[in-house]
């Protein structure tokens, strides 16, 4: 997903198809039985490009325990 970031193309994790339509992917992409699925990722040309997220500054979310 880093790689497709770096080439101007946006992706999208998902674990839905995988629980709802496993055995139509493993099909429809001829993935053979001793592979498993773990995730489908979306991938293509992003229609909008978002200017970066907002984020928390990293001590707001940190809490070192010595
Ligand atoms: C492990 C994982 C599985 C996900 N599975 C799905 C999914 O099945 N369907 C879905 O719509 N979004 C899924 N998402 C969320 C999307 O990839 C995406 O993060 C979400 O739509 C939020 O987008 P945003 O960060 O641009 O708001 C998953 C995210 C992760 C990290």
Redesign the pocket.
Known sequence: MLAAHAKGLA?????????LASEQLREYLSIPPECQIN??I?LGYPAEH?GR?PRKEVDDILTIVR
């Open positions: 992706t999208c994790p998902m674990t839905g198809p995988v629980l995730m489908v979306a978002p997220l």
